[in-house]
């Protein structure tokens, strides 16, 4: 058996700032693959940068049904181990990620045919609309199978093991980057593809790392099993994952869906206005990096303190990350006064798009001070077995905050406006947020231990209960 690491013992500073240097190297790969195939095709001019802005929110929707299946593994799976029952660490991997397959491949048939008009919804037409499509219809190919690593790497993480998911994730970063210039400007016997390489590239380079990570979690992690013990089984490991994963993917595609109207509303400014945020939503995403991967080190450490019923430790766990993220998001904040327009140069030559980008960098990330606590908090929540709050954190930003106050900030002051709204609903969802589950820990905290509640906390639901032949 792969050496799972306590996290119920020693310093939870300590297992923080363990885990989060490669958690960190995870996300700077998953940020790649959006930021290399943006930067190369905005060498391609102006239409098809705005192209990828509008296939941004779609890509978005459909990884975040993967990512919700992964967080209910990485949930189950550490809550498991916390409660020390190691053959349901081994079902719930080994069905999810069959759980995974099938559910995306059902998204991709579904996908090619809706694809066109979803991205006219979207706002796109003309030649972004075109160029839209090609990308989305050869990326959607590779959906299946490159989502299993991702699902896969969750249970990973789970164990207390960050190392090797973030050199999964890095070498299939590193080969999109070697890929994307050879496919979308050609090279020797391979033609230029434009937009369409971009997303071969990007879809090869996830196969590539599919086949090492299935051979990390059978060999090296042990987190699979070859054992089938019956229909009922599969589905009741299901259960138990989806209870965590329909709630979590179905508010993430909150998400995406808000900012698809987003997008459209900016769409009214024009191409460029398109173009320049897209490319500062990639920027973004960077300094969200090690808030993001401090924050998903919560569900390995509170799922498995949760399980042992240390209470004490994940509100300490909690509040410490919440603090780093805080202090984090200022100094974003601070550097983007005089990086942000060189920052934006890297994506455009045009002094109007360079100007867009700048503003929205400095706008955004004044609401990111506080949005840290919200992500946080999102998977403390999903980490104690409580998704629907998750959830809830996630509906408020999205359709509560975000939507109306980028409607009203572009009616009363334009493009700038839209951004405005954006980074205020990013600020108030973070203090909703922190209000939210230091009410919920307080609550806790006069219950019985976690333990001794096993029917409300350790189990799903009786319908979604497996036998103990499986488990």
Known sequence: MHNQIDLTQGSVARHVWRMTPPMAVAFFAMMAFNLADTWFVSRLGTEPLAAMGFTFPIVMIIFSIAMGIGIGVSSCVSRAIGAQDQHRVKHLTTYSLLL???????????????????????????????LATTYLLT???????????????????????????????????????VLDPIFIFGWGPVPAMGVRGAALATGLSRLVTLAWSLWLLHFRCHLLTTKWTGWRDLFSAWGSVLHIALPSAATNMLMPLSMGVVTKFIAGYGAAAVAATAAGQRIEQFTYLLPMAMG???????????????????????????????????????????LARPLAGWFSTDPYITHLIARYLLIVLS???????????????????????????LIIRSAVLIIPLTWLGGHWFGLLGVYAGMGISSGLSGLIAMLWFSRVI?????????????GTLQRPPKWFEPSKQAF
Not at 108 to 130: D, I, N, R, S, Y
Not at 144 to 157: C, E, F, H, S, Y
Not at 371 to 389: E, Q, S, Y
Not at 442 to 454: F, I, S, T
Request: charged share 10%; with cysteine.
């Open 442 to 454: 307080r609550r806790e905290v006069a219950l019985p231990p976690p333990k001794q509640r096993v």
């Open 367 to 393: 609401g990111s001070i506080l949005l840290h606590a919200a992500v946080h908090t999102g998977f403390a929540f999903n980490a104690i077995r409580r998704p629907f709050n998750a959830s809830g954190l």
């Open 296 to 338: 998903s080190t919560l569900v390995p450490i509170i799922g498995q303190n949760w399980g042992a019923g240390r209470i004490d430790r994940v509100r300490e766990v909690w509040v410490t990350t919440n603090w780093y993220g805080v202090a984090y998001g200022v100094l974003c904040l601070l550097l983007a006064v005089p």
């Open 100 to 130: 995974t397959f099938l559910v995306m491949s059902i998204l991709t048939v579904v996908g090619f045919p809706l694809l066109p008009k979803l991205l006219v919804v979207l706002g796109a037409k003309g030649q972004p609309l075109e």
């Open 139 to 177: 990326w959607l190919i590779f959906v299946p199978l490159g989502a299993l690593p991702m699902v896969g790497n969750n249970a990973i993480r789970a164990t207390g093991d960050t190392l090797r998911p973030g050199i999964i994730m890095s070498v299939a970063a590193i080969v999109n980057v």
